[in-house]
């Protein structure tokens, strides 16, 4: 009884949590673009963008992410790919600014 | 609500800010979305302290240089790397892990039986194959570390080797496989590894479930990881639900084409064969400096210089530090404390001649003679970049 009350509970405040994790933690938006939001949809599905905004690539390496990742389960149109890759290549390529990470913040040491 | 986080484990999913006893107390004080409001543009991962955020879902957290001051990296402060989601609950009371594949005997046992045999620990420096990929170039696709995806930690558990001796391996078992319970997001393959039977039959192969003399974190593999000394991080399967002796390297993904290295030297950005690789398990010397950080200024010219150093399998000799550019090196003490996989703290006081810039560096030498290069040879995933580590500090005159 007292365990599924816990489990109960877990599951109440992990709803709760989950929305203030969602406001506090929201990775950055994809760049602005004709693929915007196909690339989104497409790549954040499985994981956040934070994953893609850190890459450097070239375009070779662009079409490999891409094609890895639609064997994978992302789902891209096949008449997409090519425009897909020019976007990711064109914001995310070698000549592009050093990627800053985010700090998350100082937390008590847990026992 | 922390001894039942243990017993219970969601996916940061569905589950995560709620961890802490410090945020129910806020919840109580405050109605949720004023104190979500609040914390807007802060990043809180309980039970983590200040890490570097690479990922978040998946997790995969870096820790500063500047925490490797202590021997035993504390586990708020030890990286996380995922393949994938978390599981998303995991009940200690269901959990159990199977013994099986080329044995006489296969068994499964639940988390108290496995509690009750013989335990050992195993000081050991994990790191991430892929630490310091980051700062390859050209770039490789994949996590984008710096230095931090290494830590040092004192793992608890039972040996590998007494499970497998009791389900008693057959002659034909070469391999001995991992399987995680990571839930897999679309067709992404499994993340399953295999080690080959001599490591996985080491008297300091572990199933682990305790760090630095806690139970295991989620993040670190709650109820059970693999413990693979002196190996790559992707060796140590963390939420361990199956170990299978095989009569072959396991065939997938996370061991081919993923965690190999090239046999020869390739040239930066050259495209390798896959038939021309090989699996990626012990890791390099290498050596990190922790203090003075990269780019500070410094107010005294008598200041010292501080850092790890670790070398996988083999045992760290030297460190050696130089202060002009790499034309001088002076050796560093190393630290008392000590284990065979362990990393070595190292200090060397320095007084520098006059104010201005310097480049410091250090580099490691390991019990087989080898030395940390100056840059580690490039390869197509940016595995075990060893380079000699340096800083750069402004010293006040």
Redesign the interface.
């Known amino acids: 009884m007292w365990k599924h009350s ?2 109960g ?3 109440v ?9 969602r ?3 929201e ?1 950055p938006a994809l760049p602005a673009g004709p693929m915007q939001e196909k690339a989104t949809t497409a790549c954040t ?4 963008s ?2 893609i905004v ?5 375009k070779a ?1 662009w079409t ?2 891409v094609d890895k990742m639609t ?4 789902v891209v149109d096949p008449k997409d790919r090519d425009s897909l890759i020019d976007y990711l290549s064109a914001n995310f390529g ?1 000549d592009r600014p050093a ?1 800053v ?11 | 609500m922390l001894a039942l986080l243990d017993i219970v484990m969601t996916s940061r999913r569905t589950f995560f800010k709620a961890a802490a006893g410090a945020t129910l107390a806020a919840w109580t004080a405050n109605p949720l979305w004023t104190w979500a409001a609040d914390a807007n543009s802060e990043l809180v991962l309980p039970g983590k302290d200040s890490l570097i955020v690479r990922s978040y879902r998946f997790v995969d957290l870096e820790t500063p240089v500047e925490y490797f001051n202590t021997w035993l990296t504390p586990v708020p402060r030890f990286f996380v790397r995922n393949h994938m989601h978390e599981p998303i609950v995991l009940g200690a009371d269901d959990w159990t892990l199977s013994v099986g594949g080329e044995v006489e005997k296969p068994f499964s046992i639940s988390l108290p039986d496995l509690s009750k045999l013989e335990k050992h620990s195993v000081v050991n420096t994990l790191e991430c194959a892929g630490n310091g990929r980051g700062l390859q170039s050209p770039k490789v696709p994949g996590i984008q570390w710096g230095k931090g995806a290494v830590g040092n930690a004192r793992y608890g558990g039972v040996r590998l080797r007494d499970l497998l001796q009791r389900a008693g391996v057959k002659s034909s078992g070469k391999h001995v496989m991992f399987r995680g319970m990571d839930e897999i997001p679309g067709n992404v393959p499994p993340f399953i590894r295999s080690i080959p039977i001599e490591k996985a039959l080491d008297e300091d192969t572990l199933v682990a479930l305790e760090m630095n003399g806690a139970t295991l974190t989620k993040d670190h593999g709650f109820p059970a990881r693999a413990l693979v000394p002196g190996w790559i991080g992707a060796a140590s399967c963390k939420w361990l639900s199956e170990v299978r002796v095989l009569d072959q390297e396991f065939v997938g993904n996370f061991m081919s084409p993923g965690y190999r290295l090239p046999n020869q030297p390739v040239k930066p950005g050259e495209a390798v064969k896959p038939e021309e690789t090989h699996p990626v398990t012990s890791l390099r010397v290498k050596s990190l400096i922790a203090a003075p950080r990269d780019g500070s200024q410094v107010n005294s010219r008598t200041l010292p210089i501080q850092g790890v150093a670790w070398a996988g399998e083999a045992e760290i000799s030297r460190v050696e530090v130089s202060t002009d550019g790499g034309s001088t090196w002076h050796l560093a003490q190393l630290g008392h404390d000590k284990a065979r996989y362990a990393w070595r703290l190292w200090t060397h006081k320095w007084k520098a001649p006059k104010g201005g810039e310097y480049i410091v560096m250090s580099r490691a030498t390991d019990s087989q003679g080898r030395t940390q290069p100056a840059t580690a040879g490039w390869n197509p995933s940016g595995y075990l970049n060893n380079a000699i580590d340096q800083v750069k500090i402004h010293v006040e005159a």
Not at chain 1, 13 to 21: F, K, M, T
Not at chain 1, 54 to 58: A, D, I, V
Request: charged share 20%; glycine share 6%; hydrophobic share 40%.
């Open positions: 816990a489990i509970l877990v599951i405040l992990g709803i709760l949590g989950n929305l203030v994790a406001a506090q933690s990775p599905e499985c994981h956040e934070r994953i850190q890459q450097r690539l070239s390496a490999k992410e064997k994978w389960g992302a070698p990627y990470p985010d700090r998350s913040t100082p937390f008590p040491a847990r026992k």
